[in-house]
T-cell receptor, first 113, second 113 residues
Framework: NAGVTQTPKFQVLKTGQSMTLQCAQD?????MYWYRQDPGMGLRLIYY???????DKGEVPNGYNVSRLNKREFSLRLESAAPSQTSVYFC????????????FGPGTRLTVL | DQQVKQNSPSLSVQEGRISILNCDYT??????FLWYKKYPAEGPTFLIS???IKDKNEDGRFTVFLNKSAKHLSLHIVPSQPGDSAVYFC????????????WGAGTKLIIKP
């Protein structure tokens, strides 16, 4: 039982490059989330998926797209990376949207040069 | 405009003493509050939560107090142990914003031997 896994752990991109961050959970959770964490700030919600087949914007969705591939997997895509997207990205899941406990992956540290 | 504020970036406490972490919020619609703990290079892990209908919730060494009139909550850790050294995040959610978690910037707790 791995919980929430994220790949890659680290990534360096040049401005304008694209990449997809992968996330998978094995807890049969319905809801999944993508957050970013910047120095001196709390986590900010980028996108979330309340259930398989649905996705919604969070607080900071600009520059990102997501895909809920199936119940287990939720990917985050940067189509044209910008230095402002340098951050640590966390994926999380919860049984339902209203669940109090979200389970987090270990994070992806992304640097955009 | 930060809706959830943790005004102390860091806190140093002697092992065995009480640690008190504070959190203030501005949105009176928040109805659920959570504390998460985060170690370096790991994702946050859920610690304890409290509903707005309560003013106290206790779980072992951890107690969260909610003062709705002051829009303030605090996390008490008694007694503090070396393994408690981590960053602690306060988060809040509201039914009318689809239970999206709004996070504070975190407080780094250092337990001194």
């Amino acid at each position: 039982n791995a919980g929430v896994t994220q790949t890659p752990k680290f990534q360096v991109l040049k401005t304008g490059q694209s990449m997809t961050l992968q996330c998978a959970q094995d807890m049969n959770h319905n809801s999944m989330y993508w957050y970013r964490q910047d120095p001196g700030m709390g986590l900010r919600l980028i996108y979330y998926s309340a259930s398989e087949g649905t996705t919604d914007k969070g607080e900071v969705p600009n520059g990102y797209n997501v895909s809920r591939l199936n119940k287990r997997e939720f990917s985050l895509r940067l189509e044209s990376a910008a230095p402002s997207q340098t951050s640590v990205y966390f994926c999380a899941s919860s049984e339902f949207l209203v669940s109090d406990t979200q389970y987090f992956g270990p994070g992806t540290r992304l640097t955009v040069l | 405009d930060q809706q959830v504020k943790q005004n102390s970036p860091s806190l140093s406490v002697q092992e065995g003493r009480i640690s008190i972490l504070n959190c203030d919020y501005t949105n009176s619609m928040f109805d659920y509050f959570l504390w998460y703990k985060k170690y370096p290079a790991e994702g946050p892990t859920f610690l304890i939560s409290i509903s707005s209908i309560k003013d106290k919730n206790e779980d072992g060494r951890f107690t969260v107090f909610l003062n709705k009139s002051a829009k303030h909550l605090s996390l008490h850790i008694v007694p503090s142990q070396p393994g408690d050294s981590a960053v602690y995040f306060c988060a809040a959610s509201a039914r009318d914003s689809n239970y999206q978690l709004i996070w504070g910037a975190g407080t780094k707790l250092i337990i001194k031997p």
